[in-house]
């Protein structure tokens, strides 16, 4: 940090309150009946700033306490987090909260093939039925065939993708997640009725959630002895609709398998981008296919379907013993 900052003094204050065994008296200064006024008041950056320059160290970061961004140490980075008492941030997310009300967001089928037109239908504001966020366009019965074939002609092909290399695709992935965290706020508030502290809090989850998979499979993975499944089903909830939608998908890939994602009806924009971020970061279109629609016709027509290798759910107790 810039020599004088206020984030280098205070790392500073908490290494010699460490040394010194945080003195009860140095810490509670007012408690001291018999402490002059004047040092009861004095700024506390100049008395930081004299007590390096009388040592000669100044700024010197405690050994261990790591910097948030180096939180899980070599493994992978920690998410980048936003900080709402900030005005210039806040700002920012009324920008782009203003922004994501100019033009619609669509969601439709991400295949590996074209996808047969759908009426498009409106997708509103929980929180206020005036606002139309965008449309989706379900998937039909001939989607969900057509990408089933798919992702059964792709399986072995994404399984003997190398981990490290499945591994880098999500860290990329990640990436772009975490640099369009301000653009996915807002469609997090108007899709899925989120708050900002709720939205940036998902949109951290998603990307820690694919560093964290990314780092296991290039940690313990080999093609040799951790073999696929196939075709996996992803079904995600509307409360989560980035955060789990994304760590299913993230997982299910590491691991090898190509994905058939299926997310809650209610929130299929937030999905959209997810898909598409993924597919921008160079996950094969055939290793990963989204399918918005309804649990009992979409859903279910997935999970029945015998090419169908394994399912990762997140919802009811009924729906998943359905």
């Known amino acids: 940090a810039p020599v004088g900052s206020h984030d280098t003094l205070l790392a500073y204050l908490v290494r010699r309150l460490l040394e010194n065994g945080a003195n009860t008296s140095f810490v509670h200064r007012i408690a001291d009946a018999g402490l002059p006024l004047e040092a009861l008041v004095e700024d506390p950056v100049r008395t930081v700033q004299a007590a390096a320059a009388r040592e000669g160290v100044f700024g010197a970061p405690h050994p261990a306490i790591p910097l948030p961004g180096a939180l899980y140490g070599a ?140 780092a296991e499979a290039r940690r313990d993975f080999d093609n040799a002895t951790h073999r696929p499944l196939g075709p996996v089903v992803c079904i995600s909830p509307w409360n989560f609709p980035l955060a789990i939608f994304t760590g299913q998908v993230g997982a299910a890939l590491a691991a090898g398998n190509t994905v058939l994602a299926k997310p809650a009806e209610q929130t299929p924009l937030v999905a959209a981008a997810a898909v598409r971020a993924l597919h921008a970061a160079g996950v094969p279109r055939d290793a990963l296919q989204l399918l918005p629609g309804r649990g009992e016709t979409v859903g279910a027509a997935l999970v029945a379907d015998a090419r169908v290798q394994g399912v990762l759910f997140t919802g009811s107790t009924d729906v998943a013993r359905l």
């Open 75 to 214: 493994a992978r980075a920690n998410s980048r987090g936003l900080d709402l008492a900030d005005e210039t941030q806040l700002a920012a997310l009324g920008r782009a909260l203003q922004a994501s009300t100019a033009g619609a967001w669509q969601a439709a089928p991400l295949l590996a093939c074209e996808a047969r037109p759908q009426p498009p239908q409106p997708l509103r504001n929980p929180a206020d039925a005036r606002d139309v966020v965008g449309t989706v366009q379900e998937a039909s019965a001939d989607d969900v065939q057509a990408a089933l074939a798919a992702a059964t002609a792709a399986a072995p092909r994404w399984a003997a993708e190398a981990p490290e290399r499945r591994s880098a695709l999500l860290d990329a992935a990640a990436a772009r997640l975490e640099a369009d965290t301000e653009r996915l706020c807002a469609l997090l508030v108007r899709e899925a009725g989120k708050t900002w502290s709720n939205g940036v809090a998902e949109v951290r989850e998603a990307v820690d959630f694919l560093r964290y998979y990314a």
